[in-house]
């Protein structure tokens, strides 16, 4: 089995073992390099993840990895949420996070702003243009196909 097919049978254990139907995997990384070998599963929610969710996933999958010999050998799995410095990486993350500043960047520029909406293949992003009494809020449209990485701006105000 290639690096491939593995990375996607683990995700599809791993979400048969989620309860709630918020709760969703982000992404599996597999690295087969070091002994023992590492899995990380990363799991997020339409309301949030708490670290409850990400051991139960983590117990339960443990034993099943166990027991169905699809990893051979030692390893090491670790479940978590992805954290700030990670991009959004499915379309489920953009749903979640509409009404938060973000920076989408692609080939060509970086655009900053507030996610506005989801659309079937683009996202929208409000941008402030203009200065003083002549700040205006523009809608910009991304196909998502441009779209590099998006980040989650977080605000301390």
Do not use: W
């Not at 690295?31 to 599963?41: A, T």
């Not at 699809?70 to 959004?88: I, N, R």
């Not at 702003?113 to 910009?140: F, H, M, P, Y």
Request: glycine content about 6%; some cysteine.
């Amino acid at each position: 089995m290639d690096l491939q097919d593995l990375t996607g049978e683990i995700k599809k254990l791993a979400e048969s073992f989620l309860k709630d139907e918020s709760h969703f995997v982000v992404d599996v990384i597999v690295s087969l390099r070091n002994n023992p070998k590492k899995l990380i599963v990363i799991l997020d929610g339409d309301k949030g993840i708490n670290i409850d969710d990400c051991a139960e996933l983590s117990r339960d999958l443990s034993e099943a990895l166990d027991t169905s010999n699809l990893v051979e050998g030692a390893f090491v799995l670790e479940v978590s949420t992805p954290g700030l410095d990670q991009p959004l990486k499915i379309r489920r993350q953009y749903v979640k996070n509409v009404g938060r500043n973000v920076k989408v960047k692609m080939k060509d520029k970086t655009v900053e702003g507030k996610l506005s909406a989801i659309r079937e293949n683009r996202i929208e992003i409000l941008q402030l243009t203009g200065t003083g009494k002549k700040k205006e809020e523009v809608a910009v449209e991304i196909p998502l196909e441009e779209i590099d990485k998006t980040f989650v701006l977080v605000s301390f105000k």
